[in-house]
C-alpha cells in the first residue's frame, strides 16, 4: 500500500498526488507511515505546499498531521525538511481554511522537544503573534461597531488556542524566551485576560498558562507583566471567577510577582482584595493552587521586619477584607472556608 501511495505522490497527476496525500495516507499504518517517511515522502509533500494549489496545499497539511500524529521522529523530519517556512507562508495567506490547518499543523509540530528552536528561528514567533494581536483589534473593533452577534471576525477561536499553545511550548526553551519577549506576546495575553468578561473560557486559560511561564522564566517578562495597567487586578479577578486552571496560574503569577518584591506589590495585592479569594482557593482549588494561595497568604501576612507601623495596618486591612467577604456572602461560608478564616484571624491578631 505505501509503495502505491509514494509512486503516486512522486510521479502522479495532480488528482493522484492529491488522493494519495489526503486519503490512502490517511488510512496508513504507524509501521507503514515510518516506512513512506524513510522512502522520502516528506520533500514532495513540501512541494505540494509550496505550489499554490488551495486543494493540493490541503491534502499536504492533512498528510503532514497524519504523519506526525504519535511520532516524535516524523515530527523532527518534517521540521528540518523545509516545512516550517512553507507552513508560514500558509498562514500569512487569505484563505481562512487552509491557514487555521496550517496553524494546527505547526502546533502539532511544536509539541516535539527537538522541533522548538527549528520553529523559532524560522520567525514563526512574531508572525503569530502579529496574527493575534491583529484578530484581538479586528474583534475588538467590530464588537464595539456591530451589535449583530452572529456575524464573526478572524480566525475561530480553535486556531486562536493553537496559536497561544504553540507559543507556549516554545517556551520550555529557555533561548527561545528573549525572542516571546520581544514580539510582545505578554501585552496580547494580558488583553485577551484583562478583557475577558469570561475569566475561565480556554483563552483565557491558554493565555494564563503562557504568561506564567513567561514571568516564571524571564525577570524582564516578569516585569512588564507585573507593570502592566489593569494586570494585577485582572489575576485578582480570575482568582474569583475562573476555571480550576485559570485560577492556579493567577495565584502563581501572583506569587512570583509578590516574591520579587514583597514591598512594592504586598499593598498593591492588598488593596486590590486578593485576600477573599486566597482563603477560598486555598480550601478548594486544585492541589497546586492551594499550595501557592497558602504560600502567598503567608507572604502577604509577614510582619516587616523595619517597619511594624505599616504592618499593623496591613493586618488590619486583611481583616477587615476577611470580614467584607463574609458578610457578603448571603447563604454564608461553608464551614471548611470559616475554620480557615478563623484561623487566619486567629494568626493574624497573633
Known amino acids: 500500500m505505501e509503495e502505491v501511495v509514494m509512486e503516486a505522490v512522486l510521479s502522479g497527476g495532480r488528482e493522484e498526488r492529491i488522493q494519495a496525500a489526503a486519503m490512502a495516507l490517511g488510512k496508513l499504518t504507524s509501521k507503514q507511515k515510518h516506512k513512506l517517511v524513510e522512502k522520502g515522502i516528506i520533500i514532495p509533500l513540501v512541494s505540494m505546499l509550496n505550489n499554490g494549489d488551495n486543494e493540493a496545499v490541503e491534502a499536504a497539511l492533512l498528510a503532514f498531521l497524519s504523519l506526525a500524529y504519535g511520532s516524535e521522529r516524523n515530527k523532527i523530519r518534517i521540521a528540518k525538511s523545509g516545512a516550517i517556512p512553507a507552513l508560514l507562508t500558509i498562514i500569512q495567506c487569505n484563505q481562512t481554511a487552509i491557514m487555521e490547518l496550517a496553524i494546527t499543523t505547526l502546533f502539532v509540530l511544536s509539541s516535539c522537544t527537538g522541533s522548538r528552536?527549528?520553529?523559532?528561528?524560522?520567525?514563526?514567533?512574531?508572525?503569530?503573534?502579529?496574527?493575534?494581536?491583529?484578530?484581538?483589534?479586528?474583534?475588538?473593533?467590530?464588537?464595539?461597531?456591530?451589535?449583530?452577534?452572529?456575524?464573526?471576525?478572524?480566525?475561530?477561536?480553535?486556531?486562536?488556542?493553537d496559536a497561544i499553545c504553540t507559543l507556549h511550548n516554545l517556551t520550555t526553551c529557555n533561548q527561545i524566551i528573549p525572542s516571546l519577549i520581544s514580539s510582545g506576546v505578554a501585552f496580547y495575553l494580558l488583553r485577551e485576560?484583562?478583557?475577558?468578561?469570561?475569566?475561565?473560557?480556554?483563552?483565557?486559560?491558554?493565555?494564563?498558562?503562557?504568561?506564567?511561564?513567561?514571568?516564571?522564566?524571564?525577570?524582564?517578562?516578569?516585569?512588564?507583566?507585573?507593570?502592566?495597567?489593569?494586570?494585577?487586578?485582572?489575576?485578582?479577578?480570575?482568582?474569583?471567577?475562573?476555571?480550576?486552571?485559570?485560577?492556579?496560574?493567577?495565584?502563581?503569577?501572583?506569587?512570583?510577582?509578590?516574591?520579587?518584591?514583597?514591598?512594592?506589590?504586598?499593598?498593591?495585592?492588598?488593596?486590590?482584595?486578593?485576600?477573599?479569594?486566597?482563603?477560598?482557593?486555598?480550601?478548594?482549588?486544585?492541589?497546586?493552587?492551594?499550595?501557592?494561595?497558602?504560600?502567598?497568604?503567608?507572604?502577604?501576612?509577614?510582619?516587616?521586619?523595619?517597619?511594624?507601623?505599616?504592618?499593623?495596618?496591613?493586618?488590619?486591612?486583611?481583616?477587615?477584607?476577611?470580614?467584607?467577604?463574609?458578610?457578603?456572602?448571603?447563604?454564608?461560608?461553608?464551614g471548611t472556608t470559616l475554620r480557615l478564616v478563623e484561623q487566619m484571624i486567629a494568626k493574624l491578631s497573633a
Open 193 to 334: 485576560v484583562i478583557d475577558s468578561p469570561e475569566k475561565s473560557s480556554d483563552i483565557v486559560e491558554k493565555s494564563m498558562a503562557l504568561l506564567e511561564n513567561i514571568v516564571s522564566s524571564s525577570e524582564t517578562g516578569l516585569k512588564r507583566v507585573a507593570a502592566a495597567e489593569g494586570a494585577i487586578q485582572a489575576f485578582v479577578e480570575t482568582i474569583e471567577e475562573g476555571s480550576p486552571q485559570c485560577k492556579e496560574h493567577a495565584v502563581g503569577i501572583l506569587l512570583l510577582i509578590c516574591q520579587s518584591c514583597r514591598d512594592k506589590y504586598r499593598g498593591i495585592l492588598l488593596k486590590e482584595g486578593v485576600m477573599p479569594g486566597l482563603l477560598q482557593l486555598s480550601v478548594d482549588g486544585t492541589r497546586r493552587a492551594r499550595n501557592l494561595a497558602q504560600t502567598l497568604l503567608l507572604l502577604l501576612r509577614e510582619r516587616s521586619s523595619n517597619n511594624g507601623s505599616k504592618s499593623k495596618q496591613s493586618k488590619s486591612e486583611i481583616m477587615e477584607q476577611i470580614m467584607e467577604r463574609i458578610d457578603a456572602e448571603e447563604d454564608g461560608l461553608n
Open 117 to 161: 528552536q527549528i520553529i523559532a528561528s524560522s520567525g514563526a514567533i512574531p508572525l503569530l503573534v502579529g496574527l493575534l494581536a491583529e484578530d484581538y483589534e479586528q474583534s475588538s473593533s467590530s464588537s464595539s461597531n456591530n451589535n449583530n452577534n452572529d456575524v464573526s471576525f478572524g480566525i475561530s477561536t480553535q486556531a486562536k488556542l
